[in-house]
């Protein structure tokens, strides 16, 4: 049974510092691994996906990584700001079941 | 606006009523998925449902069960309502092979 995992748990930064959150999962057997912010009281928003065969996608500030064959993930924000604040979960495809979720690492960015 | 779509935004209802949660998507997408979202903010899987096979994960009560009218609806049912079902619920759909897209959820309160 996969099981996912995200350190921190909680996060706090000031404006502008580079950050890095930390994605691992059990079993590397994955299809693909998605990365979604959810803002309080909201849906899920995805901000990136990675297939097996890919190391690493970008959009904007943000960059993702993978490591199959050690089961990790990395999530690095340059230069956060404030609107970054919020909590952003990792989750897996296995390739023979459905997306499965980390419990989120909470962002706080303050000014 | 293409999107997974979810009504109502807010349930509040009794125990023991029977409630039905419906999802719309008109991404084209051919599997479609009900999430559930706990106090502790961990979301589990509950059904997915393409239009050849339903899987549904076997800590589901029987009180919940999917129906899908077509491909771009899949509804959640909830029978006699419980305390403990309350929640918050997301619909999410995919095409396959490629990340998940989610609706906004449907928080339901049960007094």
């Known amino acids: 049974k996969q099981e996912v995992t995200q350190i921190p748990a909680a996060l706090s930064v000031p404006e502008g510092e580079n950050l890095v959150l930390n994605c691992s999962f059990t079993d590397s057997a994955i299809y693909n691994l998605q990365w979604f912010r959810q803002d309080p009281g909201k849906g899920l928003t995805s901000l990136l996906l990675?297939?097996?065969?890919?190391r690493e996608q970008t959009s904007g500030r943000l960059n993702a990584s993978l490591d199959k064959s050690s089961g990790r993930s990395t999530l690095y924000i340059a230069a956060s700001q404030p609107g970054d604040s919020a909590t952003y979960l990792c989750?897996?495809?296995?390739?023979?079941?459905?997306?499965?979720f980390g419990k989120g690492t909470m962002l706080l960015v303050s000014p | 606006d293409t999107a997974v779509s979810q009504t109502p935004k807010y349930l509040v209802t009794q125990m023991g009523n029977d409630k039905s949660i419906k999802c719309e998507q008109n991404?084209?997408?051919?599997?479609m998925y009900w999430y559930k979202q706990d106090s502790k903010k961990f979301l589990k899987i509950m059904f997915s449902?393409?239009?050849?096979?339903?899987?549904i994960n076997e800590t589901v009560p029987n009180r919940f069960s999917p129906k899908s009218p077509d491909k771009a609806h899949l509804n959640l049912h909830i029978n006699s309502l419980e305390l403990g079902d309350s929640a918050v619920y997301f619909c999410a759909s995919n095409k396959q092979g490629e990340g998940y897209t989610f609706g906004s959820g449907t928080r339901l309160t049960v007094v």
């Open positions: 449902y393409n239009n050849k096979e339903l899987i």
């Open positions: 989750a897996v495809r296995p390739g023979y079941s459905t997306l499965t």
């Open positions: 990675i297939q097996s065969s890919q």
């Open positions: 991404l084209g997408h051919d599997t």
